[in-house]
């Protein structure tokens, strides 16, 4: 029987790279200009593979609208080859949600043209998440190609028995942590092994005879996958010539023009007993380890902050809130939130957010947060409107001025409320804004305390009152600017249930007397009932936890160290040593001390250089390979200066620490260390719907002196007995540091793109004003570590608030719309279903082990939904499998 030669025609295609988007976005009406003449030139030409994400449909119309009807016929005719995604995505990098959102608007917009590929195409992403089996199978795709993440093969193509392989073939079965499975097909010779072949006979034999013993190598089967194509590829138009000749100088193979569809059903009807199995994460463990590109995490890192905090008011603001706001209004933005969620996926491309590409492509991407930002706050902002204005506070005095407090968690939180309360306002039409301003100010101060429903006084810290200018846009009316006369309050809450509200009052009177405080005098010492904060002369932090009479110290070193490598990857120069600022005195500053919270502020100033040298600059002209450098760091310094608060509350473990720094140092990269004592072989961290377990240490065949790692929420080490978390808002990379010390990185600053070129991006080097959000806390036994997690999650999204006037309505002042009772469950969303407006909530187990799990909503019953938000055919249980990704649909009693 003949071995069979599919050659599948595709573009792997970047939006945006080493050339802005518009430029890329030309090429692609080019593509597709000749794609359209081909099909119908070329009977032979079987189809085209239009890379896995259906955005590229779009951006053609956006030029060429008058094609849509051929476009729809090519697809209709089976010749253009779309979906499942809406993007091609990083999968470590974006939320779990984002992930979903991406099946889940790509598989809505393939259908409106036809039929989906079912395949989960992950070519280029750099590197693989481990819950990707599940997340596929529960999208309806048994299989997915991916081109990075495992090392099936030996040095020179030769299969070594003195090495471990994650597969003997390109074809595999990958296991998810949940024991999902489904079938992996990895590009083992690069997504490009079939581009452009020959038409020409002497080209022709020397091409296949190479090509041909390279897949031979790997493959399981007879089946031969050859990918015509590589990234921004032109169509070969020649290829079904090239076929032919191909035909008639192999009579032992049969070529053939095909498409994943064929493929698939082909080689996995054919799989030998002996296929390998592959589990959780591919991240490329078993290589050298310096082209996995975890790097990419710290690349620009005021990108993966402006993603989380859009991510953040998408999935965990607007849309709980909007979901809440249905039962009140029957009605839910789908559209206005699909055009959110479009807008931000469109930075979500490895290439994007990963941050490794030129200037210009991410100076686009901050509009593209700022606009799907936008969105997010208003649909929070119109959804709370809507509930307030139906609250009954008429149990508050009148003369109080009622707000209400939203915990859009699916946990229970902790922390401060913050808002503006108004007293009193004057509009422009009142007089002059200077007179307004004038009469408002000239008030005499009252004095006030807040209460809650029941009129028990709670502790609030209560600003002086001030004046500014306002407006509001009235939904009848034309705008109104004002002056208005408030107060802010801060006011700390404690385990706020899930998706609900509080209300509560500022009432007038003088408030209570306040208690000592939490810190010492000179904020050496922060100490509530629960754990001891010592500041030492270095500014690192001891903390102790009374519980189980143990202590860490050593935490918050900040170190710095030379970086001459690219946006993808991290390489110190040779000789250069970290410069900790453990090595330097710290001054304390106290700047908040009561007896809900304490908040002192540390100043470093560390000696650094101010750049690489000028070698540097040099060998990347030459595009030498960042490996075989030789710069080194300037003899030039300059002072850093680090300012840090850190801050405890009443009744809380977690130390809270905002570091903000200028800086104007260049080539270099800044981490914080916190070393916790305990040597142990492994450590968890947060991933896509995972709470994912990895090694501490590296294979025999890494060479890299690092081991960088991706996180989203937090990273934690314990043992047996105790154990430290350290989260993170929008820092990506972290490192174990000789198996006991967590490293996050803060900034990475470098002046090359890196890759296949030359590409300088002097943005890259990251100069000017950060600011940094993290937190550690410590914990006992490791069941106990779960209540980290959570607050490092719920530390994400803050409080929503709003004032509200005493008035009569028919929401209670307190409410908790959905109840979620489960130890290790997370939820990550709540929205409605877009055909029926159903309410939807998601979320995974941390556990590896099964739990209980009990979602109510008064009059609804809960429904398992696959991630497509399609009934299921099992039966809904309270028992949630280990790692199982559960979506619930609430349906009417």
């Known amino acids: ?247 008639e100088l192999y009579p032992d193979y049969e070529f053939i023009h095909s498409n994943f569809t064929d493929y698939l059903a082909a080689v996995q009807n054919d799989l030998p007993e002996d296929i390998g199995t592959v589990e959780g994460e591919l991240t490329s463990q078993e290589t050298d380890g310096w082209y996995t590109l975890a790097n990419t995490s710290s690349a620009r890192v005021y990108l993966k902050q402006w993603n989380t905090r859009v991510q953040r008011q998408l999935e965990n603001i607007a849309e709980p809130l909007a979901s809440m706001a249905y039962d009140i209004t029957g009605k839910y933005p789908h559209d206005t939130l699909d055009y959110a969620w479009k807008t931000l996926m469109q930075n979500h491309p490895h290439d994007s957010i990963c941050g490794c590409s030129i200037d210009d492509v991410h100076r686009g991407m901050i509009s593209r947060f700022e606009r799907a930002n936008e969105v997010g706050r208003y649909v929070a902002e119109e959804s709370v409107n809507a509930l307030k204005t139906e609250m009954n506070t008429k149990i508050f005095p009148e003369d109080s001025f009622p707000f209400v407090v939203f915990n859009t968690n699916g946990l229970a939180k902790s922390g401060e409320a913050v808002i503006d309360v108004e007293l009193e306002r004057k509009t422009f ?124 110290d050593g935490l918050l070193n900040f170190e710095d160290t030379g970086d001459i490598a690219n946006e993808y990857i991290y390489k110190q120069p040779e000789g250069d040593q970290a410069i900790l600022s453990s090595d330097t005195k710290a001054t304390v500053e106290l700047l908040e001390n009561h007896a809900e919270k304490a908040v002192v502020k540390l100043t470093h100033s560390i000696d650094i250089p101010v750049s690489a040298d000028d070698l540097l600059d040099e060998e990347q002209q030459m595009v030498i390979e960042f490996r075989a450098r030789k710069a080194g760091r300037s003899q030039e310094t300059a002072p850093l200066t680090i300012e840090t608060t850190v801050a405890l509350a009443k009744n809380s473990k977690k130390v809270d620490l905002e570091t903000t720094l200028d800086n104007q140092m260049k080539d270099h990269r800044l981490r914080v260390l916190f070393p916790t004592g305990l040597k142990v072989e492994a450590h968890e961290a947060d991933s896509i719907y995972e709470v994912v377990k990895r090694p501490n240490t590296v294979s025999a065949s890494w060479k890299n002196p690092t081991n960088p790692q991706h996180q989203h929420a937090f990273a934690n080490l314990h043992d047996d007995i105790r154990g430290v978390t350290v989260g993170n808002y929008g820092l990506n990379e972290y490192e174990i540091v000789d198996s006991e010390t967590i490293a996050v990185t803060l900034l990475r600053c470098v002046r090359e793109m890196g890759d296949w070129g030359y590409f300088p991006t002097p943005e890259a080097q990251c100069l000017g004003e950060h600011t940094f959000n993290y937190s550690v806390e410590v914990h006992g036994a490791p069941e106990t570590r779960y209540e980290t997690y959570k607050h490092a999650y719920t530390a994400q999204v803050p409080f929503t608030v709003a004032q509200v006037p005493v008035q009569e309505g028919k929401l209670p002042v307190t409410k908790q719309f959905v109840e979620v009772t489960g130890n290790t469950f997370v939820p990550t969303a709540l929205k409605r279903r877009k055909h029926d407006k159903a309410l939807v909530l998601r979320g995974y187990n941390m556990d590896e082990n099964e739990q209980e799990l009990v979602l109510e909503k008064a009059e609804e019953t809960p429904v398992l939904l696959n991630l497509l938000e399609e009934p299921m055919d099992e039966t809904y249980t309270t028992k949630l499998a280990g790692y199982e990704i559960r979506t619930v649909g609430f349906v009417n009693d």
Not at 4 to 27: A, C, G, N, Q, T
Not at 471 to 500: E, N, Q, W
């Open 1 to 247: 029987m003949k071995k069979k030669v599919y050659i599948i025609s595709h573009s792997h295609w970047d939006r945006e790279w080493y050339i802005p988007f518009e430029r890329h976005h030309m090429l692609l009406v080019e593509l597709i200009d000749d794609l359209l003449e081909i099909f119908a030139s070329d009977p032979d030409f079987n189809s085209f593979h239009l890379d896995g994400q259906t955005i590229l449909l779009d951006d053609y119309l956006q030029v060429r609208p008058e094609k849509k009807e051929a476009l729809q016929q090519a697809i209709t005719d089976g010749k253009l080859h779309i979906g499942p995604f809406y993007i091609l995505q990083d999968d470590f990098l974006i939320s779990s949600e984002s992930n979903v959102r991406n099946m889940l608007i790509g598989m809505e917009e393939s259908k409106k043209w036809g039929s989906p590929v079912k395949l989960g195409y992950f070519p280029d992403t750099f590197g693989n998440m481990g819950q990707a089996p599940q997340m596929m199978q529960k999208a309806g795709l048994e299989a997915a190609a991916f081109g990075r993440g495992v090392k099936p093969i030996g040095f020179d193509n030769q299969v070594l028995e003195a090495e471990t392989y994650s597969s003997p073939y390109s074809e595999m079965k990958w296991k998810g942590p949940d024991q999902s499975e489904i079938f992996g097909l990895l590009f083992a010779n690069w997504y490009s092994n079939g581009n452009e072949i020959p038409a020409e006979k002497e080209a022709a034999i020397k091409f296949w005879d190479q090509k041909l013993a390279d897949v031979e190598q790997f493959a399981s089967t007879d089946h031969l996958l050859f990918m015509n194509g590589c990234d921004h590829q032109p169509v070969q138009k020649d290829v079904t010539k090239a076929i032919a000749l191909a035909n």
């Open 429 to 552: 039409a009142e007089g002059s804004p200077a007179s307004l301003y004038r009469d408002l100010a000239a008030k005499e101060a009252g004095s006030y305390h807040v209460v809650d429903e029941n009129g028990r006084v709670i502790p609030a810290q209560i600003s002086a009152e001030a004046v500014h200018y306002d407006y509001d846009l009235p939904k009848d009316g034309f705008r109104v600017p004002h002056m208005k006369r408030y107060v802010t309050i801060r006011l700390t809450l404690r385990d706020l249930a899930a998706f609900s509200w509080q209300s509560f009052a500022l009432v007038p009177g003088t408030a209570p007397i306040e208690q000592d405080g939490l810190a010492n005098a000179d904020g050496t010492v922060l100490e509530n009932d629960l754990v001891k904060v010592e500041i030492a002369e270095n500014g690192t932090l001891a903390i102790t936890d009374k519980e189980n009479q143990t202590t860490v």
